[in-house]
């Protein structure tokens, strides 16, 4: 079983930053690949950023490469999401996401992600 809590939302103007926190419990942290999603109103889920249980593997959405940065400190169960230069267009709920498995066929889809944070509310205004 593993739970996620993120942390470090917030109201930013655009061109500003944010980092998020995503702190797991379970002993299995290390060996998982973590991911983040976000979704906006009335759109769907969609996948932000991914990164391989030692750091070495990252991945981001087209949308966020060059302004977004993920990481991990598996010693705090910790996974970030540096945000810079944000847009208006970034405003959303941010999940964090964990596999069930070490296993992930694909890190940018949403159902191969088993724990779900509650979320975290970004609003970046113009």
């Known amino acids: 079983q593993v739970q996620l809590v993120e942390s470090g939302g917030g109201l930013v103007q655009a061109g500003g930053s944010l980092r998020l926190s995503c702190a797991a419990s379970?002993?299995?942290?290390?060996?998982?690949?973590m991911a983040w999603f976000r979704q906006a109103p009335g759109k769907e889920r969609g996948f932000v950023a991914a990164?391989?249980?030692?750091?070495?593997?990252?991945s981001y959405a087209d949308s966020v490469k060059g302004r977004f940065t993920i990481s991990r400190d598996n010693a705090k169960n910790t996974v970030y999401l540096q945000m810079n230069s944000l847009k208006p267009e970034d405003t959303a709920v941010y999940y964090c996401?964990?596999?069930?498995?070490?296993?992930?066929?694909?890190?940018?889809?949403?159902?191969?992600?088993?724990?779900w944070g509650q979320g975290t509310q970004v609003t970046v205004s113009s």
């Open positions: 379970g002993s299995t942290f290390s060996s998982r690949v």
């Open positions: 990164i391989g249980w030692t750091g070495a593997m990252k």
């Open positions: 996401a964990a596999p069930d498995t070490s296993i992930v066929r694909r890190t940018d889809v949403a159902a191969e992600y088993r724990y």
